[in-house]
């Protein structure tokens, strides 16, 4: 069974930066994508960015030029380098993991933006 696990959010101001982690165990191919989702209070839970097993990774608009994906396969883990970081893009992200078979999710982790 796959547990995704994230780390990394906070508190940050306006303007700031922020790292999050997603450590994945259970792993059995490393045949998949991986995705960070946002949800914000009251908003549907939207796609980020994703990157494949063969580093292919396509971005939301609102994260493209300021947020940046990786993935260590051997670690099974993926981060998400989030730069200038505005109010709007605080909300709690998940981690996702699809294997082409079945989707899963972490628990998620808040990430909040003063202004």
């Known amino acids: 069974q796959v547990q995704l696990v994230e780390s990394g959010g906070g508190l940050v101001p306006a303007g700031g930066s922020l790292r999050l982690s997603c450590l994945a165990s259970?792993?059995?191919?490393?045949?998949?994508?991986m995705r960070w989702y946002r949800q914000a209070p009251g908003k549907q839970r939207e796609l980020v960015a994703r990157?494949?097993?063969?580093?292919?990774?396509t971005y939301a608009d609102s994260a493209r030029g300021r947020f940046t994906i990786s993935r260590d396969n051997a670690k099974n883990t993926m981060a998400l380098h989030m730069n200038s970081l505005s109010p709007e893009d605080s909300g709690v992200y998940y981690c996702?993991?699809?294997?082409?078979?079945?989707?899963?999710w972490g628990k998620g982790t808040l990430v909040t933006v003063s202004s």
């Open positions: 996702n993991l699809y294997n082409y078979r079945h989707n899963y």
């Open positions: 990157i494949t097993q063969n580093l292919n990774i």
């Open positions: 259970g792993v059995t191919t490393s045949v998949n994508v």
